[in-house]
Structures are given as structure tokens and as C-alpha cells.
């Protein structure tokens, strides 16, 4: 969860958050990476939600350190007492040592070079042969007064976004579109604020308040939405998706 959004006002997170974590997941365990341990850097990592959770999916000895500029001590210490292990490191610093998994969720938008940035976290932080999971928001048509909201600069075309990672020393081992499902709801969304407006309040995902009955549905829906993304990826086609992502290694 990005730290504009946090902390969440409900007792059960969204569902988005939780379909786009065992996507990630399943992505994650196709690299064998589970099975040594590991130092893993989650870049722009927020409140830390989706560490906590990969963490136990990993070996016992691998650290993962989730470093983000938002970051103070007050929030360090909310964010650790929540994750419960000595296994994730909180900084608000840059990290100087090198990596074998580099983790970027919905990161490079927000960044005003994301070039540069790219280049000297590649170059500085990753081993050669290094994973790096990495998903941006897709589509500049669909550009909302929520991106606005979370401080967006950009959302990506996915052959940019390709290029993007190339030019910067990844190869590319997976990717696709993720979300299909929800790409008719967003346009709807942008319609409705464009005539609503500004009457029509921007909700964050930590607003989510509903019950498990009704979020367990959604996430069921968005489960199956993430099979076919699997599915397509594997097929190496790309078909499009509210989100892009890529399982890269350093060249």
C-alpha cells in the first residue's frame, strides 16, 4: 500500500492488494528463489504489507529490506510492530549493498526520471543475474484523478515500458498485462469523474471498509482475472491489462 493511502481504515485490506500479492507470489516461486536464502530489496516498499507477507513464503534465512523516502522513525516503528519479524529491514535511506531480488511495485510512476532512477538502482543495488520484479500502471489514456490523487506522473504503454527495462540492463523472462478485468470499470470511473467532478471523492484502497463476504467475492473474481493473466503470459501474449509487469534479470 502506498504510503499516501496508509494506514488502512478498515480490518480487512483490499482486494486488489490481495489478488496482486499471490500473483506476484506465484510469479516469484517460478524463480526458485524460495529455496536459498537471499537478500531481497523491496524499492518503494511503503507500509511494507506485501514484504511481510512474501517473507513466509521464503527461506528462513533470506532478509528482505523494504527501503522507501517516506519512511520516518514514527513510521518505522508502526510498520515493523505490524510485520513482527526481524527478517525486514525498514530505511528511508538508499541502500548501498547489492541484491539478489530487486522488488518494484507500482514505483516507477512516481519517480520524475524514471530512466536514471532505473539505471542507478540496477547498477548499485543488483548482483549480475539478479531477479527484478517490477509492475507499472498501463495506459496513459487512462490516466484519473486517482493517479493524480497518488502523485502519478505517468502511466505506461507496456512496449515503453519494455524498452524502458532494456535500455537499462534487463532481460526480460516474463510479462503481461495484469487486472483485465478491471479495465472497463476504470474508463467507466474517468467518465463519471469527468461529469460528477468535483463532486465525485477519490477513494484510496486503505478505505476499503467492506466485509469479508463481499471482499472475498471481489477477490475470487480477481483470482480468476490473474489465472488468465498467468495463462496469456505464458503464451507470450500480451494481452492488456489495468496493470503491466516483468520478471527481468540483470544482463
Known amino acids: 500500500m502506498d504510503l499516501r493511502e496508509w494506514p488502512p481504515k478498515g480490518s480487512v485490506r483490499h482486494p486488489w492488494e490481495t489478488a496482486r500479492f499471490h500473483f506476484f507470489a506465484k510469479i516469484l516461486l517460478t524463480t526458485g528463489l524460495n529455496l536459498k536464502p537471499i537478500m531481497i530489496l523491496d524499492a518503494g516498499a511503503g ?6 507477507r512474501i517473507i513466509s513464503l521464503m527461506h528462513p534465512h533470506t532478509i528482505i529490506t523494504c527501503w522507501d523516502g517516506e519512511y520516518n522513525k514514527e513510521k518505522i516503528k508502526i510498520i515493523s510492530a505490524t510485520a513482527a519479524t526481524e527478517r525486514i529491514r525498514y530505511t528511508s535511506e538508499k541502500p548501498v549493498e547489492k541484491f539478489d531480488l530487486l522488488i518494484l511495485l507500482d514505483v516507477l510512476e512516481h519517480v520524475d526520471d524514471d530512466a536514471a532512477f532505473l539505471s542507478t538502482i540496477i547498477n548499485d543495488n543488483l548482483h549480475d543475474d539478479s531477479f527484478a520484479l517490477i509492475s507499472v500502471p498501463a495506459w496513459p489514456m487512462l490516466y484519473s484523478k486517482h493517479d493524480e490523487h497518488l502523485k502519478h506522473l505517468r502511466r505506461y504503454c507496456p512496449k515503453k515500458c519494455k524498452e524502458l527495462l532494456q535500455k537499462n540492463g534487463l532481460k526480460i523472462i516474463a510479462s503481461g498485462g495484469l487486472f ?9 470511473s474517468i467518465i463519471l469523474n469527468l461529469i460528477l467532478a468535483p463532486r465525485n471523492m477519490v477513494k484510496d484502497i486503505g478505505d476499503w471498509q467492506y466485509g469479508h463476504f463481499l471482499t472475498g467475492c ?3 473474481m480477481l483470482f480468476m482475472d490473474n489465472e488468465v493473466s498467468l495463462l496469456f503470459s505464458k503464451l507470450k501474449l500480451d494481452l492488456p491489462g489495468l496493470s503491466w509487469w516483468a520478471l527481468c534479470k540483470k544482463q
Not at 507500509?47 to 511481510?52: E, I, K, P, R, T
Not at 483485465?180 to 467507466?188: G, K
Open 180 to 188: 483485465h478485468s478491471l479495465l472497463l470499470p476504470r474508463f467507466l
Open 218 to 220: 471481489i477477490e475470487k
Open 47 to 52: 507500509d511494507g504489507w506485501f514484504s511481510s
